[in-house]
Every structure is written in structure tokens, then in C-alpha cells.
């Protein structure tokens, strides 16, 4: 059992990540209609996962008992002039979504509720996960900047990923 103003936050929390499945589409769609077809490819796979993370939070939810809420998704932006505009927007949704684990995970504690601060323990370290790689790409995005060419290199690699879903919580 947790608190109402747990599921709540949980709830809310279902909506942000949608968001960013939404935002994630959005820049894929931008990147396709700029030719960059890697960095399409990598947003679509990036929206993908974000679904299953709104997934696995609703089916906390459910298996703790509560009901599931699905409000309505904010428009995301459609503009992004280039490349290093769509992970800089990545970067910075990222780095709110890291707060938004934060914030729950003290809720959680000062709650006493450790079965949700357990649950988002997983996030906390997708998190991690999340923003280093947006990182890494934003550094070699920077680096080709001084070489003709690279940006088309880098659009090439993006190209090669591959959605896995992550494995179900236990
Ligand atoms: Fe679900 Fe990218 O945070």
C-alpha cells in the first residue's frame, strides 16, 4: 500500500515520461524531415523506451493496489535548427526527469515508503544511464564541429541502434 499523495506523484510521473516519448517522436520527426535519418532513428528508439518506462511505473501502480490516471500530453516542440539543438533539448528534459526520480525518492523516504524507493532505484540509475549517453553523443556532436564531414559520421552511427526493451521489473 502507498500513500494517495504517492500515487499521485506517481501518476504524474506516468505523464512525464509520455511526455518524453512525445518530445523524443517530435525530434525524430524534425531530424527525418532534415535528412538525418540516423538521429530519427535514435529519438524513435529513445521514444520507445521512454514508453516502457511510463509502463513500468503504471504496473507498480497496479500491482500495489492503485488505480492508473492517464492525463492529457502537452504539444511538444516542433523546431529544432540542428543536430546539437535536438540533444541539447534531450540533454535538458533529461536532466528534468533526473529530478523529478529525485523528488520521488525523498518523498518515498520520508514517507517510510521504502517498496516505492526501491522501485525507483532502477530509475535513479537509468537516469545515470540516460544522461551520459545523451552526453557522449553532445561531445562528439561538439568535436565535429572542427571537421567537415564528421556530422554525417556521427548521423551514420546513430543509425545503428537498435530498440531493446529493458527486462521486466521483478
Ligand atoms: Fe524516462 Fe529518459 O527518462
Known amino acids: 500500500?502507498?500513500?494517495?499523495?504517492?500515487?499521485?506523484?506517481?501518476?504524474?510521473?506516468?505523464?512525464?515520461?509520455l511526455y518524453a516519448a512525445y518530445l523524443y517522436l517530435a525530434i525524430s520527426a524534425e531530424a527525418d524531415h532534415k535528412g538525418l535519418k540516423g538521429a530519427a532513428n535514435w529519438f524513435f528508439a529513445q521514444a520507445q523506451e521512454e514508453t516502457?518506462?511510463?509502463?513500468?511505473?503504471?504496473t507498480y501502480l497496479q500491482r500495489v493496489g492503485e488505480k492508473v490516471v492517464l492525463e492529457s500530453i502537452p504539444k511538444p516542440p516542433a523546431a529544432f535548427k540542428s543536430m546539437k539543438a535536438m540533444f541539447e533539448a534531450a540533454l535538458t528534459h533529461e536532466r528534468k526527469v533526473t529530478a523529478m526520480i529525485r523528488a520521488i525518492v525523498n518523498q518515498a523516504l520520508a514517507e517510510k515508503d521504502h517498496a516505492t524507493a526501491n522501485e525507483m532505484q532502477w530509475f535513479v540509475a537509468e537516469q545515470v544511464e540516460e544522461?551520459?549517453?545523451?552526453?557522449?553523443?553532445?561531445?562528439?556532436?561538439?568535436?565535429a564541429d572542427k571537421?567537415?564531414?564528421a556530422l554525417f559520421m556521427i548521423d551514420k552511427e546513430l543509425a545503428t541502434r537498435v530498440f531493446t526493451p529493458p527486462a521486466p521489473a521483478e
Open 147 to 149: 571537421a567537415p564531414g
Open 131 to 143: 544522461e551520459e549517453n545523451v552526453n557522449d553523443i553532445l561531445a562528439q556532436i561538439e568535436l
Open 1 to 17: 500500500m502507498i500513500s494517495k499523495k504517492m500515487t499521485g506523484t506517481l501518476n504524474r510521473q506516468v505523464n512525464a515520461e
Open 52 to 58: 516502457t518506462h511510463a509502463q513500468r511505473i503504471a
